[in-house]
């Protein structure tokens, strides 16, 4: 019911900024909660960043003050404004939609930081 496709990635040097898409399809995405979620190579998938349908957000400690999440509930589509990255912010991000009528995942999007 509920298709995401991560757009955005890719190889930046540390200090630098990426912006993350994520674009739905189905009727309910606008009424899920959604968030960003990253796995890097060895390690646990872990949350990054997550927002309810009426705007309430909340952040790994590592993130705070430099990731911002959002969604644009009339495009179908959510976002992860990501500043002075780090390198062990690299990992595969990806994008969750979740709600009372199931649980999406999108294929994932690589994001690759330099020292």
């Known amino acids: 019911q509920v298709q995401l496709v991560e757009s955005g990635g890719g190889f930046v040097q540390a200090g630098g900024s990426l912006r993350l898409s994520c674009a739905a399809s189905g009727s309910i995405f606008r009424i899920n909660s959604m968030g960003w979620y990253r796995q890097a190579p060895g390690k646990q998938r872990e949350s990054v960043a997550t927002?309810?349908?009426?705007?309430?957000?909340n952040y790994t400690d590592s993130v705070k003050g430099r990731f911002t999440i959002s969604r644009d509930n009339a495009k179908n589509t959510g976002y992860l404004q990501m500043n002075s990255l780090k390198p062990e912010d690299t990992a595969v991000y990806y994008c969750?939609?979740?709600?009372?009528?199931?649980?999406?995942w999108g294929q994932g999007t690589q994001v690759t930081v330099s020292s």
């Open positions: 969750r939609s979740w709600g009372r009528f199931g649980d999406y």
């Open positions: 927002i309810t349908w009426i705007g309430s957000t």
